[in-house]
């Protein structure tokens, strides 16, 4: 971890200088430093001296925040929680707050939910001086490897190569590691790949029953392997649920953060040195599949033929296809527009509690940008606009808060730099070879993962153990104690006499927790508690 200090902040904490610099709590006495395992180019870099801070944030690499005190002074760090309890009188953003009540993503944005703490986004470059904060793209990567080869059989042996330098980089220093085992594609894939960099796993699963079934997928792995799956009840992890409503630094938009406790609680009682989990492998691994249109044009049979016959693990239809694979990514951006205005009217109408701070963004947020569309994009900007997503800013600041809050080491393979930057450079319709979702990754992995693993086409979902997570700890009871939203009401968010009715209403539904106003209750309740133990 880094903690950066300038100005008379470090001249405080007695870096006469003007300048300093700590990595987990060591001051380097250096000014200029990187966070990362992925080399130059792709891990988190950041300089300081006594006028202000440098920081250059590549894709996927460690989340970092910046805070400027004063005039000439200000702290940063690479976890959000170390900065707020060195900031003096850290206080809430109310606006981004309404942002993220309405379902926005917060880390889309330069400002996070305290009011004077900056990020620095994914492929951005912040510089920090006395007078201003300007933020600028980065520099994009490139993998240090030569191009994926051509030939079938030396791609999948570069593939193979690169993901287990980079389940090896994840893991340096550790030898017994943790896995989370769900029986689908990634974490499967990583249990195999571990293994083969000479880790000793102990793998652990959530035991539930729900349609898509992970259990048989599961087992089918543990006979594979030869090695013990450890169960977990989903009411285990109900016990996390306070810590993730009343302790950490953000509020976090599902209670799935609760698997994320449990699961650094399991493996740390197996004995694990680390964890890892398999998260991100569906946004890195895939391709990006509106990338079929820009061929759309050239070759509009093999293309349109492609995407109808190709096979993919979630539910829909043609008519879902065509649209979104292929014609929106073809629109032009004042079309776009209007879509993005007519999708937040439907998504205004969820939410008759609104107080006047949240209904204020909730009429704004259909300003959709004036962008080129994927299709007109070339492979490298298509890159660029995967890793400037906010969803990948969000998913590392997720990973750098929890891994703050246990103080157990997590590694996240799949959302490695130089990993990313090869699979970028592959053609799209390559990597959903053999007219398989993921087709390349499923060919890598032939012989080396049950066939009922490796062409699986189903997808397990959180949402039915999360849920009885949430009523092991209590269901509505454990809720209670925020159900008046004074805070939230005072903040200008929420209307309590329109709230407590459509919380009536909603909560009567059979299997609640499943549901989705049950999401927009959980944003509120931790809106709540957050705003009460936090100024602002």
């Known amino acids: 971890m880094i903690f950066a200090a300038w100005g008379a902040a470090a001249r405080q904490r007695g870096a006469a200088g003007g300048a300093l610099v700590a990595i987990d709590g060591r001051i380097t006495g250096e000014s200029e430093t990187s966070l990362g395992h992925a080399g130059p180019g792709h891990d988190l870099h950041v300089r300081v001296s006594p006028e202000g801070i440098d920081a250059e ?34 206080r809430a953003n109310l606006d981004e707050l309404a942002r993220f009540v309405a379902g926005e993503c917060l880390a889309a944005s330069l400002n996070t939910v305290y009011r004077d703490v900056v990020r620095v986004r994914g492929v951005r470059r912040l510089r920090v001086r006395a007078d201003r904060v300007q933020e600028s793209p980065a520099a994009l990567a490139v993998a240090p490897s030569p191009e994926p080869p051509a030939e079938p059989k030396a791609l999948l042996d570069a593939f193979r190569d690169e993901l287990g330098s980079a389940v090896s980089r994840a893991s340096a220093g550790h030898r017994v590691v943790g896995l989370p085992l769900s029986g689908g594609l990634d974490s499967s894939g990583l249990l195999v790949t571990l293994r083969d960099v000479g880790k000793e796993v102990r793998a652990f699963t959530i035991d539930f029953a729900a349609e898509p079934d992970d259990r048989p997928h599961v087992a089918a792995m ?55 989990t398999g998260v991100g492998g569906d946004d890195t691994f895939s391709g990006d599949l509106t990338a079929y249109a820009a061929t759309l044009g050239s070759r509009p049979v093999s293309t349109l033929s492609a995407v109808l016959r190709m096979n993919v693990p979630w539910a829909d239809t043609p008519r879902v296809r065509l649209q979104h694979w292929l014609a929106e990514p073809w629109l032009p951006a004042p079309l776009a527009r209007l879509m993005a205005y007519r999708r937040a009217r439907i998504h205004r109408r969820p939410f008759p509690f609104a107080g006047p701070r949240l209904a204020r963004v909730l009429a704004t947020n259909d300003d959709g940008p004036l962008e080129d569309r994927p299709a007109r994009m ?159």
């Open 57 to 90: 944030r590549p894709g996927f690499s460690h989340a970092f925040f910046v805070a400027p005190l004063a005039r000439s002074s200000g702290i940063a760090s690479s976890s959000l929680r170390e900065l707020v309890a060195c900031h003096p009188q850290p």
């Open 222 to 276: 543990e006979r594979f392997t030869g090695e013990p799956v450890h169960r977990m009840a989903p009411e285990e992890l109900g016990a996390h649920l306070t810590d993730v409503v009343e302790s950490l630094t953000q509020p976090t938009s599902l209670p799935n953060t609760s698997l994320e406790l449990g699961a650094a609680a399991r493996a740390k009682a197996l004995g694990c040195d680390m964890w890892m």
């Open 378 to 536: 070339s492979p490298r900007d298509r890159l660029r606009a995967t890793l400037e997503h906010g969803g990948s800013t969000e998913a590392e600041e997720a990973r750098a808060e929890i891994e703050a809050f246990t103080g157990f080491r997590r590694a996240d393979p799949w959302f490695d730099g130089r990993l990313l930057a090869f699979l970028s450079r592959v053609p799209v319709e390559v990597m959903q070879v053999d007219g398989l979702h993921r087709g390349l990754y499923r060919r890598a992995f032939a012989g080396r993962l049950p066939e009922s693993v490796r062409l699986r086409r189903d997808k397990g979902a959180a949402d039915p153990f999360i849920a009885r997570a949430v009523v092991a700890a209590g269901g509505m009871r454990f809720f209670a104690p925020y159900l008046d939203v004074t805070a939230c009401a005072d903040a200008g968010l929420v209307e309590p006499r329109a709230f407590h009715p459509w919380v009536a209403q909603v909560s009567a539904a059979p299997n609640f927790f499943e549901t989705r106003p049950s999401w927009i209750f959980w944003r509120v309740m931790v809106t709540e508690a957050f705003l009460r133990r936090i100024s602002w």
